[in-house]
């Protein structure tokens, strides 16, 4: 079975303090790791991917194949980080987006 | 470039009745994808259409829902009879099947449908 679990509902922190978001997920085969992130009154947007290995905000990602892990990092958060992020999965090709329940990121002053 | 559209942004309609949500995507995006989250739970998949062709439709949830992509290019949704249970925000993604960004799904801003 597809799933992505993000255990964790609400993560607070202080601006400059490390982030981590965490992300594991369950899957038959060789899946594509995404985080999209939703900014307050915006829409859903990628924020990044595993097969780009790229750092985008400051934010990293590294796909654990053997703990099935895609954990979402940043090391010192800034207080427009605040949003809510997603993890997701998909098999290759043009398949459909398996999202995790999301976490809430909040930086405070 | 215009994003992915729908409209409307937000519907308030009475158990019973029927409800029609629409999806532009962005133009030469030939993938289309509808999801769905209900409140407190995760954003799932409704369906994919290859341009005009329903490509996978396992995620919907029962035969009150209707999806069509006639000609290619926008979308409709349609919940007809419309229940309780299909309140929550409903999003549309597309994504070009050829070039730059076919592993990308460009999100709508979503309709948020209220049954009552």
């Known amino acids: 079975a597809q799933r992505v679990t993000q255990p964790e509902k609400l993560l607070s922190v202080f601006k400059g303090a490390p982030v981590e978001l965490k992300c594991n997920y369950s899957?038959?085969?060789?899946?594509?790791l995404f985080w999209y992130v939703q900014y307050s009154r915006q829409r859903l947007q990628l924020l990044l991917r595993h097969i780009s290995r790229e750092s985008i905000k400051g934010f990293t990602a590294d796909l654990n194949k053997g703990e099935t892990s895609f954990h979402l990092k940043k090391p010192f958060a800034q207080e427009e980080d605040s949003a809510m992020y997603y993890c997701?999965?998909?098999?290759?090709?043009?398949?459909?987006?398996?999202f995790g329940t999301g976490t809430r990121l909040l930086v405070s002053p | 470039e215009a994003g992915v559209t729908q409209f409307p942004s937000h519907s308030v309609i009475e158990k019973g009745q029927t409800v029609t949500l629409r999806c532009d995507p962005i133009s030469g995006h030939d993938n289309l994808y509808w999801y769905r989250r209900v409140m407190g739970k995760e954003i799932k998949f409704l369906l994919h259409f290859v341009k005009e062709s329903k490509q996978d439709e396992s995620g919907m949830p029962n035969n009150r829902f209707l999806a069509e992509r006639t000609g290619g290019t926008y979308s409709t949704l349609k919940v007809q009879p419309a229940e309780l249970e299909d309140s929550g925000v409903y999003f549309c993604?597309?994504?070009?099947?050829w070039g730059p960004g076919t592993d990308t799904q460009y999100f709508g801003p979503g309709t948020r449908l209220t049954v009552l």
């Open positions: 993604a597309s994504s070009p099947l």
């Open positions: 997701a999965l998909s098999g290759t090709g043009f398949q459909k987006l398996v």
């Open positions: 899957y038959s085969g060789s899946p594509e």
